[in-house]
């Protein structure tokens, strides 16, 4: 028989599990399963373990991102505070549990789904996500066509999701067709596959503001669930040509003035055109794919190219027809 005390075998986590439950934080059936090992959430997943300047690091791949100074601002804060909720937790603080899962409502192109992968791959640089990926789903992914099968396929989207975010684009959609709507038993099936799978993936919701909030208002249990909120606002026409800048130089391009000059044109011309709807970011950079290949179709005609003239995007590369 070993003579050891059998508390000195029990490891750092199993302790916290201790102290949670006898602070009345944690249910008796969590505790157990997770003394036992029975329950999925491992630490790992449910804290950060590193230094403020390693999380300054992550944050800061933020900062390449075009304007979006309330966004950014919101997800210091979420940062901020799951670092001090683990700080207070090693100070034997009481603590608030994690509930990280979002909504982000916004035009098209204001860059939803971009800042939902950089933060998938920021919570899994902090340990708060095993692998960081992002899975895009919508309506036809998650609703089926008879009973059951809408609860099939929804199990499955966040199945894929785990260690991850699952990113449910227009999730307004899902409470558009009333009660009798499969669309409602998708919403319910991702309320409890949040319960399910505590911690283990984030849900982010999006879609247009007023649309999110009427669909937040359609389940109880929704609100409670999605705490944090993240308003993309329209770009201003600055951060528009910013953001051309910005997607020329990453394939090696760079704008000739004149270039500069028509491409501020066309975007003030769809700033102003209501009769179509204006897709921010993503107008900018279809033009600027667009201008890229109509430059190579330009010097193509040519026998001999300089390094500069294959760097340089001109007005003529952004052509009248290219409005849209
Ligand atoms: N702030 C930004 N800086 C640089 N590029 C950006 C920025 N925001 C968006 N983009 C670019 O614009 C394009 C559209 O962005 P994204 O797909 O994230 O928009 P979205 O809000 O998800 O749109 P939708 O609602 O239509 O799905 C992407 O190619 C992205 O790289
Ligand atoms: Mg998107």
Known sequence: MPSKNR??????????????????????????????????????????????????????????????DG????????????????????????TDPLVLHMVFSGNPGTGKTTVARLIAEMFRDCGLL????????ERADLVGEYIGHTAQKTRESIQRALGGV????????????????FGREAIDCLVKGIEDYRNQFVAIIAGYENEMKYFLSTNPGLPSRFPIHLHFPDYTLSSLIAIARQTAQEHQYKLAPDAEFI????????????????????????????????????????SRVSREELMTLRAEDFREEDVF
Not at 130 to 137: A, F, M, P, Q
């Open 7 to 68: 508390w000195n075998q029990v490891r750092p986590t199993q302790y916290r599990v201790i102290d949670e439950f006898e602070q009345s934080n944690m249910a008796v059936g969590e505790a157990l399963s997770r003394l036992s090992g029975k329950y999925r959430t491992d630490e790992a997943n449910s804290t950060m373990h590193m230094t403020r300047e390693r999380l300054l690091q992550i944050i800061s791949r933020m900062d390449s991102l075009v304007g979006l």
């Open 130 to 137: 095993e692998k960081g990926h992002l899975v895009e789903v």
């Open 71 to 94: 966004v950014k601002e919101m997800v210091r804060q979420i940062f901020a505070h799951v670092y001090i909720q683990e700080q207070r937790r090693l100070a034997r603080l009481k």
């Open 166 to 181: 699952l990113f449910i684009d227009e999730a307004y959609s899902l409470a558009r067709g009333g009660n009798k709507d």
């Open 263 to 302: 491409l501020r044109r066309k975007i003030q011309q769809a700033l102003l055109d209501a009769s179509r709807e204006f897709s921010n970011a993503r107008f900018v950079r279809n033009l600027i794919e667009k201008a890229i290949r109509h430059q190579a179709s330009r010097l193509f005609q040519r």
